[in-house]
T-cell receptor
Framework: NAGVTQTPKFQVLKTGQSMTLQCAQD?????MYWYRQDPGMGLRLIYY???????DKGEVPNGYNVSRLNKREFSLRLESAAPSQTSVYFC?????????????FGPGTRLTVL | AQRVTQPEKLLSVFKGAPVELKCNYS??????LFWYVQYSRQRLQLLLR??SRESIKGFTADLNKGETSFHLKKPFAQEEDSAMYYC???????????FGAGTRLFVKA
C-alpha cells in the first residue's frame, strides 16, 4: 500500500496563477483532510471531507476550494494564488470520523507563491 | 476556545538523558489526545494515542485532566528520537484535529 500520495512535491507559482494539488489514498478510508503547515503555527485544517460526496470548511478555508472526486481522491485548488499561501500542504485520511481515528498523512507539497 | 499549546519550540538533550515534551490543551469536553512525529524527510506519523495507553519507541504520555496536559516522556533519549513532535487534540465530531505548533527535539551524542 502506498498510503496517502500527493502530487506535486514542489511547486512555484506567480501571484494570481491557479493550480490544483492532488491527493489519493488506497486505504479505503472514508474521511480526508487538507492541512497547511506554517513555521511556528503547526498544522491548520483547510477543508475536510467526512465521506464521499461531502466537503466542509476547516479553520482556514479562504482562497481554497476542494473536490472529493471519489472515495480515493481529494483535491485542493487555489484559484488565484497569493504570497500568503506559501506553505507546505498536507493531505491526510482516516477510516472514519470518530475522535480516536488515526489520521494518516501524505508526504506534503511545498508551495511557493512569488 | 480550543487550543493546544506546546511551550517549547526547541528542546535539546544529551543521549541517555530523560526527555519531556510538554503539551497543554484547552477544550470544553473530553477530547482525544495524540502525539504525532515527523522525522527528517519523512511524513508526519502517529506516535501514540491517549486512548491506547501504549508505549511506542519508549515514549509514554499521560493525560492529566486536572492540569489539562498530555506531556510526552521518555526516560532515556536516543539520537534517532531527534524529530519534530506535534501534540494534537480531536474533539467530538472528530473532524477538526487541532495541532500544537510543535517542538523540535535534538538529541546530542
Amino acid at each position: 500500500n502506498a498510503g496517502v500520495t500527493q502530487t506535486p512535491k514542489f511547486q512555484v507559482l506567480k501571484t494570481g496563477q491557479s493550480m490544483t494539488l492532488q491527493c489519493a489514498q488506497d486505504m479505503n478510508h472514508n474521511s480526508m483532510y487538507w492541512y497547511r503547515q506554517d513555521p511556528g503555527m503547526g498544522l491548520r485544517l483547510i477543508y475536510y471531507s467526512a465521506s464521499e460526496g461531502t466537503t466542509d470548511k476547516g479553520e482556514v478555508p479562504n482562497g481554497y476550494n476542494v473536490s472529493r472526486l471519489n472515495k480515493r481522491e481529494f483535491s485542493l485548488r487555489l484559484e488565484s494564488a497569493a504570497p500568503s499561501q506559501t506553505s507546505v500542504y498536507f493531505c491526510a485520511s482516516s477510516e472514519g470520523w470518530e475522535p480516536a481515528d488515526t489520521q494518516y498523512f501524505g508526504p506534503g507539497t511545498r508551495l511557493t507563491v512569488l | 476556545a480550543q487550543r493546544v499549546t506546546q511551550p517549547e519550540k526547541l528542546l535539546s538533550v544529551f543521549k541517555g538523558a530523560p526527555v519531556e515534551l510538554k503539551c497543554n490543551y484547552s477544550y470544553s469536553g473530553s477530547p482525544e489526545l495524540f502525539w504525532y512525529v515527523q522525522y527528517s524527510r519523512q511524513r508526519l506519523q502517529l506516535l501514540l494515542r491517549h486512548i491506547s495507553r501504549e508505549s511506542i519507541k519508549g515514549f509514554t504520555a499521560d493525560l492529566n485532566k486536572g492540569e489539562t496536559s498530555f506531556h510526552l516522556k521518555k526516560p532515556f533519549a536516543q539520537e534517532e528520537d531527534s524529530a519534530m513532535y506535534y501534540c494534537a487534540l480531536r474533539g467530538t465530531g472528530g473532524f477538526k484535529t487541532i495541532f500544537g505548533a510543535g517542538t523540535r527535539l535534538f538529541v546530542k551524542a
